[in-house]
């Protein structure tokens, strides 16, 4: 028996007694029983026909307790464009990441891990684990993430030496960051490459804004052990087992 997890839950309505094996709660014939014998409801209505079927969303329990079925637990690494909403459902209507996933991973119970603002690009993986999105997440296990960074004009190595060592957010000090000077591309430009393991919102922008630096272009090209690489925006693809065993090392520290 689990408590509800919004991550679990089944894409296509299925029988019931179906259902109840999916959970590895009993067998087919098993689950019969338990429903004929009144002890499985459905959105809190007592259910005895194994055949009737369980939609999306709908909440099952057995003598009171919410039970799921097992999921494959799938990691999907996407290149997000700049413009696009990191959440799964957006009320005025703009695009989310979500809608730019391919069929393949569409109904999988995905979630993004954390988030990247409209106008950011980048590393933004998403997964339907959600004990590991949390490890991942909280910042007891100081997981890193890795940025680079165009902003106007050069930038002093005081400047730099501000961001490594902590700038003031809303009161609060920033953890020390690792940065450093990609390159100079002329007098107008300089690109930085930024490394935190906080996850503050829009925590780049505003850690630029107090040393008085502009922002062009943000992306992030690293979260924890997985790297961007090569992929192309808008492009996406699942973790290997190994990447995923070491997302799992990182976020047990």
């Known amino acids: 028996m689990r408590t509800e997890n919004?991550?679990?839950r089944s894409p296509e309505p299925i029988r019931l007694n179906k259902f109840?094996?999916?959970?590895?709660?009993?067998s087919r014939r098993k689950a019969e029983d338990l429903i004929r014998s009144g002890h499985v409801a459905i959105?809190?209505?007592?259910?005895?026909?194994?055949?009737q079927e369980v939609a999306l969303g709908s909440v099952v329990t057995v003598d009171g307790n919410v039970v799921e079925p097992e999921r494959d637990r799938l990691i999907v690494a996407f290149h997000k464009p700049c413009g696009v909403v990191t959440t799964t459902d957006d009320p005025q209507g703009r695009k989310t990441v979500l809608d730019l996933l391919p069929e393949k991973?569409?109904?999988?119970?995905?979630?993004?891990?954390?988030?990247?603002d409209k106008e950011t690009s980048g590393l933004l993986l998403l997964c339907n684990d959600g004990d590991l999105m949390h490890r991942l997440l909280h910042p007891s296990h100081e997981v890193w993430k890795r940025y680079q960074v165009v902003v106007h004009g050069k930038v002093s190595g005081a400047v730099v030496a501000r961001l490594r060592s902590g700038v003031f957010v809303d009161g609060k000090k920033?953890?020390?960051a690792e940065i450093h000077t990609l390159k100079h591309a002329d007098s107008s430009e300089t690109v930085l490459e930024i490394r935190i393991r906080e996850g503050r919102k829009r925590q780049i922008r505003r850690m630029c804004r107090e040393v008085k630096l502009q922002v062009i272009h943000l992306k992030r090209v690293a979260f924890g052990p997985i790297e961007l690489g090569n992929m192309q925006e808008g492009e996406c693809r699942a973790l290997s087992m190994n990447e995923i065993q070491q997302l799992e090392?990182?976020?047990s520290l």
Do not use: E, W, Y
Request: glycine share 14%; hydrophobic share 40%.
């Open 20 to 26: 109840l094996a999916q959970c590895r709660l009993a």
């Open 105 to 116: 991973f569409r109904g999988q119970g995905l979630f993004p891990v954390g988030r990247l």
């Open 43 to 51: 959105d809190g209505i007592p259910i005895r026909s194994a055949n």
């Open 249 to 251: 090392r990182a976020g």
């Open 6 to 8: 919004p991550l679990n």
């Open 174 to 176: 920033t953890a020390p």
